[in-house]
Nanobody
């Protein structure tokens, strides 16, 4: 059974930084792309970014480009989301998800429970 678990959320001030971690188990982690999504109160879940199996290709939504960085350590079955220059509008529950293929596509299967990120102004 595949399990996905996020950690590292919390409270940050505007302009600050947080790093989220996501550990996955139950499948060969290095064979699949990984993604991050977020959901703010009253809004739909939105794509934040993703990384392919090799970490050579990353993708980000426009609102986080230049501020967020996704990386992965296949030896630890973990993907990271480094968030810098945080803004109040980054406040959301952040979710990690596993892709269905090595390359990044719009197909995601297993999801974590989410971790809350709150950015104060």
């Amino acid at each position: 059974q595949v399990q996905v678990a996020e950690s590292g959320g919390g409270l940050a001030q505007a302009g600050g930084s947080l790093r989220l971690s996501c550990a996955a188990s139950g499948r060969t982690f290095s064979r699949y792309a990984m993604g991050w999504f977020r959901q703010a109160p009253g809004k739909e879940r939105e794509f934040v970014g993703a990384i392919d199996w090799s970490a050579q290709n990353t993708y980000y939504t426009d609102s986080v480009k230049g501020r967020f960085t996704i990386s992965r350590d296949n030896t630890k079955n973990t993907v990271y989301l480094q968030m810098n220059s945080l803004k109040p509008e980054d406040t959301a529950v952040y979710y990690c998800t596993t892709g269905r293929k090595p390359a990044v596509t719009n197909e995601w299967d297993y999801w974590g429970q989410g971790t809350q990120v709150t950015v104060s102004s």
